[in-house]
């Protein structure tokens, strides 16, 4: 209970901060009076890269497993001081208007692959997942030791840097993959609005498969 | 684990709560220096065009005995490219540059040794690739490249745009509008979701000398798009030739300003309250100035302007930002086109080629302007990188990113 309402006041402060600034980036549409794209077309980047990776559980998720759904993969890790827990709320956000929509879980997966897996135990892990309300039927945390996590951050150029303060710098992208495997759009972590994700995710649905 | 999100949140409310200057006149997709700049990559012509182009790299670190030297080339392993503009990738690990004059376009990667960068693909007919010819402004989107391209494959407009991912794949192809053919420069505002480009001339012409120049082959429109449907939306007039399209950098603002080359003056473009875009002319800059770069302060005051021409370098107030007021102006050397403003706004590094066929000077060099709190501009006497004197002669510094 406590931590749950920990959790929620980590996310209440994060959303209040969310219009003013994101460390070094603008700040997202929000603070633009809602400039979104209702129906996008969104153009085919390249084939999402297979991979498969553990979740807390220890269970193997396979990407390829996922075809028919639309996934959202992020990159993060758990000791992030704030651009990884602002992504995670924002996904947090994001799962619930999915869920009103019926559409979570269902025909939405949203994966989050730990880059730190010598600091995300499965453990951690599982516990930064239920701060921020992550449902584990359709929000899966996977973490995989080096040897086979480092292939995949190389297939998805999502290189780690570990700084002196023991932060890692990484890439800040999420991919938004359609049912057919294929990366669709790329979002930058700071300027990331779960509100036009939520409008690709359902344009994506909306296309044959 | 709660206790560290608390703390987590916590810090994102003080990193909030602080004015964060970035670097300005870059894709805001791009990753931001986290401290001072060490290096100056400078995209280099070979002067007489015989021997091959490079990429130099000065270093710009305070505190290092090599300060203020070229400490490394990397040869483009070819002539005559005429190596134009660069841009980062969106995690800053790769420069992307290519040339006007050939169809060569290079991945430099940076990362490994910032500095010694190499080359990791270098793509030898960009045009076979995108049906496009002289790309000119390379755009960080997250995971991609946006380029725009002067010409069609052919030398003659319709310009256009073309998307890559990191690794130099090609994504799509959106060529410019038959009525509005000519492209240059783009700029993103992801808030408002619009992306304006602007327009210059085609290959057909800038090949030539300047002199023999058709001065009516040239655009006067900037585009306004839907930026996440790549979709044109408006077309706006201004002065023949705008070139470079810098947004205001405040949140949520959807106004700014570009520079008209043949017509010596800077352009407002605004959205009014029913979402449409206009443009005014707000400044004029003194017949004869050929302004060729218009850059910005971090904190959205200044807007800087070089006079190829008439050799100055124009400080603007734009505290309103539709009507600039001439602040400042300084001599930085001969016909000064390309400037780079650093993150903290205290200093612009300034170029003074810019294109082979257009050049009135034989002396190249990159120099230094510092830029006081009261916006005030002064050259540095004893920051000036020679570009004469490489074992390869005289090399045309142009474009400039900082690392």
Not at chain 1, 144 to 166: A, F, I, N, Q
Not at chain 2, 209 to 238: A, H, I
Not at chain 2, 381 to 401: E, N, Y
């Amino acid at each position: 209970m406590r931590r749950r309402r920990l959790g929620a006041l980590a996310a209440a402060l994060l959303l209040a901060t969310a219009p003013a600034a994101y460390g070094h980036q603008p700040a997202p549409a929000a603070s633009a009076g809602g400039r979104l794209t209702p129906d996008p077309s969104l153009a085919v980047i390249r084939p999402a890269p297979d991979f498969t990776l553990a979740d807390v559980n220890g269970a193997d998720v396979r990407l390829s497993d996922l075809r028919g759904s639309v996934v959202l993969l992020s990159f993060i890790y758990t000791s992030c001081a704030a651009a990884c827990p602002l992504l995670t709320q924002r996904m947090a956000v994001l799962q619930g208007r999915l869920a009103e929509a019926k559409l979570f879980p269902g025909p939405v997966t949203l994966l989050s692959v730990t880059v730190d897996p010598e600091r995300d135990s499965a453990a951690v892990l599982a516990r930064y997942a239920q701060a921020f309300m992550a449902n584990p039927r359709g929000w899966r945390f996977l973490r995989s030791e080096r040897d086979r996590l480092g292939p995949v951050l190389t297939r998805y150029d999502e290189w780690t840097r570990r700084l002196p303060d023991g932060d890692i710098d990484h890439p800040a992208r999420l991919y938004l993959i359609d049912r057919a495997g294929r990366i669709r759009e790329i979002y930058n972590l700071g300027l990331f609005d779960e509100r036009q994700a939520f409008l690709d995710i359902q344009a994506l649905l909306r296309e044959p498969h | 684990m709660s206790r560290r999100i608390v703390i987590a949140a916590v810090l994102v409310v003080l990193v909030a709560a602080g004015a964060v200057f970035a670097e300005v006149c870059l894709s805001p997709y791009v990753k931001r220096l986290a401290g001072p700049e060490k290096f100056l990559y400078v995209s280099a012509v070979d002067a007489d065009g015989r021997d091959n182009d490079f990429l130099a790299v000065v270093d710009v670190s305070l505190a290092s005995p090599t300060y203020g030297r070229v400490v490394h080339t990397l040869g483009l392993g070819s002539a005559g490219n005429e190596p134009h503009h660069m841009g980062w990738s969106d995690d800053r690990t790769k420069i992307w540059l290519g040339a006007l004059l050939s169809k060569r376009l290079f991945i430099i990667d940076v990362a490994a040794d910032p500095a010694r960068p190499t080359i990791v693909k270098t793509i030898d007919d960009i045009s076979a690739v995108t049906g496009l010819h002289g790309p000119h402004t390379y755009y960080a989107l997250p995971g991609r490249m946006l380029l725009t391209f002067l010409s069609s494959a052919d030398g003659n407009p319709p310009g256009g745009m073309a998307e890559f991912t990191n690794d130099g794949e090609l994504v799509r192809v959106i060529k410019n509008p038959v009525d509005s053919p000519y492209a240059y420069d783009v700029a993103v505002k992801p808030d408002v979701n619009r992306m304006i480009t602007s327009s210059f001339t085609a290959l057909r012409n800038y090949r030539k000398p300047l002199s023999q120049w058709d001065m009516k082959d040239g655009g006067n429109t900037l585009l306004v798009w839907d930026f996440k449907e790549r979709k044109v939306l408006q077309t706006l007039t201004t002065d023949p030739v705008p070139l470079e399209v810098r947004w205001s950098v405040k949140p949520g603002r959807a106004y700014g300003w570009t520079n008209s080359a043949l017509g010596d003056s800077i352009w407002f473009f605004g959205q009014g309250k029913d979402g449409k875009f206009s443009t005014k002319k707000v400044a004029d800059l003194g017949k004869g100035c050929l302004p060729a770069d218009l850059r910005q302060s971090p904190d959205d005051r200044y807007l800087y302007v070089s006079c190829f021409m008439k050799s100055e370098i124009q400080a603007w107030d734009v505290s309103t930002p539709d009507r600039p007021r001439l602040h400042d102006t300084v001599v930085a050397g001969v016909s000064p086109n390309m400037m780079h403003v650093t993150g903290d706004g205290k200093r612009m590094y300034v170029t003074n080629s810019l294109l082979s066929t257009m050049d009135y000077s034989e002396k190249f060099w990159v120099r230094l302007v510092h830029i006081g709190p009261d916006g005030r501009l002064k050259v540095d006497p004893f920051f000036d990188v020679d570009f004469t004197k490489f074992p390869s002669g005289s090399a045309r510094a142009h474009d400039m990113l900082l690392n």
